[in-house]
């Protein structure tokens, strides 16, 4: 494909009345995801010099991400973005303006972990509100295939930048620094978002006489692409610290972020491209397919004995990234009701976001215990465990049909058959 071909469907997207803001918003109010954890981490140690409570604070900030966020979206579904939007928007940059208070003063540890778990549980999940957004405006499939590519992209962009900002902001600037300038890019940019309400999807009051209405957002499609995303995140999580961990034993750290760089690099390649290409298969085959791709290519790191070999086997393995995460974005974004989209797209971020935390742990220890170059069996297993989640769940997914009450145009019909 040349690069016309590949960019000129981004570009024809923005033609979506609105679509530039709330898409750009949503990139900045996403820039908070990798900040606010290392952050915490470079703050708290900082502080203390413990890493062991400084990633314990940490966690805590993740975890409650994940059950909060949620619990957001569906309040979202229910009663608009905007409305929501400002009152989360709220509670984080407080939360997290009294987090950084609490550690710099010096305030009992307890007080951390609690504003931590506040900061965190404050925090809706932005990508999957701009993903709505996108569902909302555009009735071609290929068009939203296209569209969730850009965001998948987008994500990847916000992992290469925010590591770097939040590091240098935080060691050549002071330590609250990096977590202070993720809360507020996030502030503004929610703010933002929630001001834009021309685009945000109608809400969808629950129906009191439809009693399974509250689980549409949990149907099987929905619980298949979430487990397999936890042990994608698990892998995530895992190549962070290995790889951070191999740098150092072979003598150059700071070469580190280049191959976390690369992977991302790779999948933003891989991005791009599967979000204009014409596949076959349904959407289910083609989330199986991408899975089991994804098992299959980070399997590579078994063979890393270098660093040289390590950016190779990166910008492989990060082909297979994107592609698993847009297709299974996609799958749910046709197997759901609208007035339960945003809810479900969280679910399977939070997914993403639990297997990050227990990846990083369940590495770490690896490292400690095997050394950093055997640890790499920690996200090979993880990848493995993704394929076979995905292909378990094959069977459920072809007995999940596409919600009722939602009007099925033709194209889309095609795809799910």
């Known amino acids: 494909m040349s690069p016309r071909t590949v960019l000129g469907p981004y570009v024809r997207l923005f033609a979506v009345p609105g679509s530039r803001a709330f898409s750009f918003a949503g990139w900045v109010a996403r820039l908070p995801i990798p900040m606010l954890g290392l952050g915490a981490v470079l703050l708290v140690a900082g502080r203390t010099g413990s890493y062991a409570l400084a990633g314990a604070v940490s966690g805590t900030l993740a975890l409650s991400f994940s059950v909060a966020s949620p619990q957001w979206a569906r309040a979202m579904d229910r009663r608009g973005q905007g409305a929501v939007l400002r009152w989360a928007m709220t509670a984080y940059a407080s939360s997290g303006v009294a987090f950084v208070a609490a550690v710099t003063a010096g305030a009992p540890v307890w007080s951390w972990f609690v504003l931590a778990a506040l900061c965190g549980a404050s925090g809706p999940n932005i990508g999957s509100l701009v993903r709505a957004r996108w569902a909302a405006a555009l009735e071609d499939a290929q068009r939203r295939q296209t ?50 309400r021309g685009s945000e999807p109608v809400p969808q009051p629950p129906d009191p006489d439809a009693p399974t209405r509250r689980w549409a957002a949990l149907n099987r499609a929905v619980l298949v692409v979430s487990a397999t995303y936890l042990a994608i995140g698990a892998v995530f999580g895992a190549v962070d610290v290995v790889v ?100 479900a797209l969280s679910w399977t971020t939070t997914g993403l ?22 640890a790499f069996a920690v996200p090979a297993l993880g990848a493995a465990l993704a394929g076979l989640v995905a292909l378990a769940g094959a069977p459920l997914l072809r007995r999940c049909a596409r919600p009722r009450a939602v009007p099925v145009p033709a194209d889309v019909a095609r795809e799910t058959l």
């Open 147 to 196: 569209a969730f590519a850009l965001e998948a992209v987008v994500d990847e962009v916000v992992f290469v930048v925010g590591p770097p900002l939040v590091t240098l902001l935080a060691t050549l600037v002071a330590p609250p620094a990096g977590f202070l300038t993720g809360i507020t890019l996030g502030a503004l940019g929610g703010f933002w978002l929630a001001g834009q």
């Open 244 to 343: 951070i961990g191999f740098a150092e034993v072979e003598g150059v750290p700071a070469l580190a972020g280049l191959a976390l760089a690369v992977f991302a690099g790779g999948s933003l390649l891989a991005g791009l491209v599967y979000g204009v290409a014409r596949l076959p298969g349904g959407l289910d085959a083609r989330f199986l397919g991408t899975a089991v791709f994804f098992a299959l290519a980070v399997q590579l790191l078994w063979g890393v004995g270098s660093i040289a070999v390590l950016v190779g086997v990166g910008f492989v393995a990060g082909l297979a990234i994107a592609p698993v995460l847009v297709s299974g974005t996609s799958l749910v974004e046709a197997r759901v009701p609208r007035s339960a989209l945003t809810e």
């Open 353 to 374: 976001t639990l297997g990050i935390t227990a990846g990083s742990a369940l590495a770490g220890a690896a490292v400690d215990a095997w050394g950093a170059e055997a």
